[in-house]
């Protein structure tokens, strides 16, 4: 007689919150028994980022774009090299064209093609890629065969914890017969890895750039001007994210992203560029800013409410200084809000405190400087070491942090 007892319900609860997502997924689809209590607990992921060709999951990641093979078995070595780093990553027809390209105005393009070949000078990468749509584009018109294959390729990766490196595991193809198959591939796959629970919990949420570039896999050859994030299978107000980070244009990201967003759940913090909505709820929510930019200034800090704000770097001036400061004077902010800057450098941070210092109510207290905003607050101003509980956002070896504190608090 079997000893064996069935789980209770609790301690299934319990044991598929902490199971690994991958896992979790295979073993619902194995025990169709846990499937409604499957869906009851949230699917939580470490780590997650897409971008327009492919997209990451804990340490897997995943491209899918579409080949092209000659049928003589002569494909043209910059096709190949094209296959190589993923293939088209937009949905073609089945003559290589983007669906983006407008039909029916084939013969105006074909002149067109003709007279920038004549005119400009070009790369012989960029003259072949001409030269291949000036032939798709006769055999279209002429509604004749092309003389290649296309296929959906998919491709899994498994990257390195240490190294970002990648090494591929599998690859499968699927013919491809110009029917729009990459979006529902990218639906497919998301439905299956996310699975059908009501909320999804992630820690870290990337959107681009390119995931192969970064990890020197070669640059996307046909790259997207958008990224789009309805490609995905996931619910609306489904997301709970601790921290986003964007690395494209934030305000298309942001539009799309916010309607799976979970309207109960805070996001932790933000990493963007510099050209962030300033009016997009997700930001003005949001307690921690981090925000880059390779020509950013420290006015920034005042353009912006959130609770606390870094700068990976900015530049700065005796100056701007003075103005940051007396902007804070005029706006009286709540106490506890935080502005920090990032140096690689001891002597860029000692350098910011300098023009902090050489303000006239500015007064030195210890390692610390203070500046009164009101008979109630005053910034209290310092430059360290990045410590370690703060490397995760401050990659900077130096920083220096700004708090407005009770003035009280800062006599203790």
Not at 97 to 107: E, K, V
Not at 282 to 295: A, E, G, V
Request: glycine share 6%; aromatic share 10%.
């Amino acid at each position: 007689m079997s000893l064996s007892k069935p789980v209770p319900y609790e301690a299934q609860k319990s044991i598929l919150s902490f199971m690994d997502p991958m896992v979790r997924l295979e073993f619902a689809q194995r025990c169709p028994s846990i499937r409604n209590i499957n869906k009851l607990i949230p699917q939580k992921f470490e780590y997650f980022e897409t971008d327009e060709s492919c997209f990451e999951v804990n340490q897997t990641v995943i491209r899918m774009g579409i080949i092209k093979l000659y049928k003589n078995g002569k494909t043209p070595k910059w096709i190949m090299d094209e296959n190589r780093d993923g293939g088209s990553n937009v949905d073609l027809d089945r003559y290589g064209l983007s669906y983006r390209f407008q039909f029916g105005r084939d013969a105006e393009y074909i002149g067109f093609i003709k007279e920038c070949l004549k005119k400009h000078s070009m790369t012989e990468i960029e003259k072949a890629r001409k030269l291949e749509e000036l032939a798709a584009r006769k055999l279209r018109k002429d509604q004749k065969e092309p003389p290649f294959e296309q296929f959906l390729q998919v491709e899994f990766f498994e990257k390195s914890k240490n190294s970002g490196d990648l090494k591929l595991k599998n690859r499968e193809f699927l013919v491809y017969d110009g029917n729009r198959i990459i979006k529902k591939a990218r639906e497919y796959l998301s439905k299956k890895i996310f699975g059908e629970a009501e909320k999804i919990d992630i820690k870290t949420f990337e959107i681009g750039p390119n995931i192969m570039e970064r990890a020197g896999m070669g640059p996307n050859p046909h790259p997207k001007r958008s990224f789009y994030f309805g490609d995905f299978s996931i619910k609306a107000e489904q997301l709970r994210i601790e921290t986003l980070i964007i690395n494209n244009a934030t305000g298309n990201s942001l539009i799309q992203l916010r309607p799976f967003l979970d309207p109960n759940h805070r996001i932790k913090r933000i990493f963007l560029n510099e050209n962030l909505p300033e009016t997009d709820p997700i930001i003005q929510k949001n307690d921690f800013l981090i925000i880059n930019s390779n020509s950013m200034t420290i006015f920034i800090w005042n353009r912006l409410k959130n609770r606390k704000i870094h700068l990976p770097k900015a530049s700065f001036c005796d100056f701007s200084v003075r103005r940051v400061w007396e902007s804070w004077r005029m706006e009286q902010p709540e106490i506890g809000r935080v502005w920090s800057v990032g140096f690689e450098k001891e002597e860029k941070m000692k350098g910011i405190l300098t023009c902090f210092g050489k303000i006239e109510q500015a007064e030195e207290r210890g390692t610390r400087l203070y500046l009164p905003i009101n008979d109630q607050s005053e910034m209290m101003i310092w430059g360290e070491e990045t410590m370690e509980n703060d490397k995760e956002w401050c990659k900077s070896k130096w920083i220096v942090k700004i708090e407005n504190i009770q003035i009280y608090d800062s006599r203790i």
